[in-house]
């Protein structure tokens, strides 16, 4: 059936073009095509499903800072309108997470908790800005410490939002990265905190990666751009948390 998808137009068809193709009743195609979504290799969409991209494996930081370059800043842009004032900030991994810490303004009384290097080397010359380095193994391919002892520190505290990246999204798996170890302190950074915060670019909505570590319903906010497609936003917003689309 994925293989089947795979030849079509934007990787979509019917229940009745697969069932056709396959030669199985349209019963047999729904209940298959179920299964493949819990697993999140595709999205139902009215009368038949879209095969999902996958994304298994993880590119450099300074390639990843590339993408979706002008989507980044305005999502950063409107990411630091949460920010509490005097408060404390756990921030993530990643690039659209290091455009974040850049979009800070100077003048921001703030507590940064972070194990993303590049930003806290950023918001460390800010003259109101507290920065507190989280501890763990250092990463070279996403500049960000990850380990037990990262998550350990992270089950100890008690902060006001976290801004927490993924390499995909979807209805089905929720948030997914690329490695266990960043999955846990992502995972530990969402329950330290009152307020979950999530930014994405459209290009990784509907695309799953190798571990999933939370549920939609577990998020306050979900920022991403305007190419975002209607039936995804949808889902997201279905599944609990506010969707904000910027651009």
Request: aromatic share 2%; with cysteine; proline share 4%.
């Amino acid at each position: 059936m994925t293989d089947f998808l795979l030849g079509q137009d934007d990787r979509r068809a019917t229940v009745t073009q697969i069932s056709e193709h396959l030669e199985v009743t349209t019963e047999t195609v729904r209940r298959d095509l179920d299964t493949l979504e819990r697993r999140g290799l595709l999205r139902r969409i009215r009368g038949g499903a879209q095969l999902l991209d996958a994304v298994p494996f993880e590119v450099a930081l300074a390639a990843r800072h590339a993408e979706q370059l002008e989507d980044k800043r305005r999502i950063a842009a409107r990411l630091i309108e949460e920010l509490p004032d005097d408060g404390v900030l756990v921030l993530d991994s990643g690039s659209l997470t290091l455009f974040t810490a850049q979009a800070v303004p100077r003048h921001a009384v703030l507590t940064v908790v972070t194990n993303n290097l590049p930003a806290a080397r950023h918001l460390a010359d800010y003259p109101n800005v507290r920065v507190i380095t989280l501890p763990g193994m250092v990463r070279g391919l996403t500049s960000a410490a990850v380990d037990a002892w990262t998550s350990r520190r992270l089950q100890s505290l008690t902060v006001d939002i976290a801004v927490v990246g993924v390499n995909g999204m979807t209805a089905a798996q929720g948030l997914t990265t690329t490695n266990p170890e960043e999955a846990s302190a992502k995972r530990a950074m969402l329950l330290s905190a009152r307020r979950r915060v999530v930014p994405v670019i459209s290009g990784k909505l509907g695309r799953n990666s190798f571990c999933s570590f939370a549920a939609l319903s577990e998020l306050d906010l979900i920022v991403t751009d305007a190419s975002a497609p209607d039936p995804i936003i949808a889902e997201l917003v279905a599944a609990g948390p506010e969707v904000v689309v910027v651009g």
